[in-house]
Every structure is written in C-alpha cells, then in structure tokens.
C-alpha cells in the first residue's frame, strides 16, 4: 500500500503541473486530453479508497458491499404500485443511472407506502439503460423517464457549449450537476428534486404542505456548512449572505427564476479562482438562494447522516444516507420498506 502512495502522488505531481502550466498550448493539451478527469481517476478517486479501506477495514466493505447488492436485488421483487386517478398526485424529480436506479425505487415506494400519490420524473444520468429503465417502469407505471437523449437536445438549445462552457464542461465530469442543469432546463415552475439515496418512514408534512403550495424555494439542513469554497469568494459572486448548512438533498426551486448566464459567471469564477469541488453544485444552489426567504425542512426530522441506532429504530421522517450512514442504509435501512 506504501508503494501505490507513492506512486499516486507522483503521477499528481505531474497531471497538476502539466495543467497548471502557463503556456496556452500546455493548458490546451491538457483540456484536449481531459486531465482534470485522468487526476480524479488516477490520484483522487484511488486516494479516497485507500482512505475509505484503512478507515472502514476490508472486511466491513466487503459486508456493505454485499449489503447492497442484497438491496438492489429485492428492488427487482418490489410489487407495482397501482395509481388512482388523484386530484392530489405530486411529480417528484429524481436524476437516476445504473448505480442509483434501485434507490430511485426505495425512495420512492417509501413515499407510496406512506400513502401519497407521486410520479415520479426520472432524468437518465446518462446510464440508464433499457434494463433498469424498464424495472423503474415495472414498479412505477406512472413514471416518466427522460431519455438523455432529449436530455441532450434540450442542452444544446438552452445551454450551448459556445456560451456556457464552464457549465457544460462541469455537467460531462461531474454528474451531480446534471440535477440543476438537466432537471430545470428548458421548463417553468416549480419541481421538487430528491436525492435517490433517502427513506421516507413518516408522513412528511412540511414536503406535502411545500408540494401543494410551493412560494419559496426549499432544502434541508446539513451536518456542517459543506461548499467546499471559501465564504468570501461565494458571498462576493453572490452579493447576499449565503444560507448556512444548505443541504440538496432535498431542494425545491423554480426553474423560471434561474439565471443561466450567472451560473456560468460563478461556475467559471468558482474554478479560476479556487478549483473544481465535489459540493460545487450545493455551492451554486446556496449562492442562487442567498439572502431568499426559503422553506427549510426540519433538522430533527428531515436528517442528512443518521446514526445507527437511528437507522435501527427510525424515529426521524426522512433519513438522508450520506458518507459513513449508507452503511447503516445497506445494512437495515431499505429493510423497513421491504
């Protein structure tokens, strides 16, 4: 394990100076061939795993690993929902792939239990294939699915790369942007958008009440402040004080209100300035509610990062399974829906 640090940092070393060189043709080359990418893939991602081992232990891994393939194997047996024609059904917007499409499942058949009607609006990440395309179907008959296809047409008509290149340069590498980009391009109104990886155990009003009246935008409250830019870049590009411990976990906004051109001013601002992040897209949310009046759901009740008793014994509304929680999520969570 001591010769792969090294070996790590040394091609690091060389990715970084190479992109950080200051001739324009270095700098080229190095977006030609995507190094930003080939750093994440051969130092970062390598580094977390090696951090996440010597944390987690391998044989806890290997448990949690098999964990979730027990819960993504029971999602192929969750029955179809049958639907009413309600005058209450909310759409609920989820961006899904191969890794993710049986969380889509579990999240959403959690709210169905619950006894609330939904769609849910399924954007393709991109890896959604036609197996597990048709699995969302089979459990959701009301579902739709929005093919990257159309994804992709309505990039091209509402964010060409020629004016947004920052954005659609972070969209390709950096999925998680794809739930602001891809979900509010191109419509109006206001959308609920839920991370896949979160269990409903209670009715959740204060989602409910938003759904059938939303008048501000919405999110849930964070463990700690996690932007991973400094304040004072953020609340200079913004002009507002920022919103503390923003959580996207749960985010409501109206796609009317959001202005594309100053998400590639900050976006572009963000990486010159400070670099690329994996919470860029929760930076760039906060930025866009600065200063706004929002709804925010409950910590004590809407909360990101359970423990395990909590995750045993669900005394909360909703559980949002981030970092070290989703082991707890694999092993017992997805249990109580079953």
């Known amino acids: 394990m001591g010769n792969l640090k090294v070996k790590l940092n040394y091609y690091k070393k060389i990715i970084v100076m190479i992109a950080n060189s200051q001739p324009s ?29 010597q944390r987690r232990g391998f044989i806890n891994m290997a448990i949690d690993r098999w964990s979730c393939q027990r819960m993504e194997a029971a999602a192929y047996r969750l029955p179809p929902v049958n639907f009413d024609d309600s005058d209450e059904t909310f759409n609920i917007y989820f961006l899904s792939g191969r890794k993710f499409w049986y969380q889509t499942c579990f999240c959403a058949y959690s709210l169905v239990q619950l006894g609330i009607q939904i769609r849910p609006i399924v954007y393709d990440d991109g890896s959604l294939t036609q197996k597990y395309a048709n699995e969302i179907r089979r ?15 309505l990039l091209d008509q509402y964010l060409p790369v020629s004016q947004f290149p920052y954005l659609r340069e972070r969209r390709s590498n950096y999925p998680n942007l794809r739930k602001l980009t891809d979900i509010h391009l191109g419509s109006g109104g206001w959308k609920l958008v839920l991370d896949s990886d979160m269990l409903f155990f209670h009715p959740p009003t204060f989602i409910l009440n938003w759904l059938r009246s939303p008048q501000q935008p919405c999110y849930m409250v964070d463990t700690e402040t996690s932007y991973g830019y400094s304040d004072a870049l953020m609340s200079s590009l913004a002009q507002a004080q920022l919103p503390d411990r923003l959580n996207v976990g749960i985010c409501g906004l109206n796609s009317h209100e959001i202005d594309w051109e100053k998400l590639e001013f900050w976006c572009k601002t963000l990486i010159e300035q400070e670099g690329t992040h994996y919470y860029q897209e929760q930076a760039l949310i906060a930025m866009l509610l600065a200063d706004q009046s929002c709804a925010i759901a409950p910590a004590e009740d809407y909360i990101v990062m359970p423990d395990r008793n909590e995750v045993i014994q669900p005394q909360a509304v909703l559980h949002h399974y981030v970092s070290d929680a989703k082991t707890w999520y694999f092993r017992y969570g997805w249990k109580h829906i079953i």
């Open 139 to 153: 459990v959701f008959p009301n579902v739709k699915i929005v093919s990257s296809l159309e994804i992709g047409e």
């Open 25 to 53: 043709r270095l700098q080229q080359w190095a977006k030609t061939f995507k190094l930003g990418t080939l750093l994440y893939r051969t130092y970062y991602r390598p580094k977390g795993f090696l951090q996440k081992c």
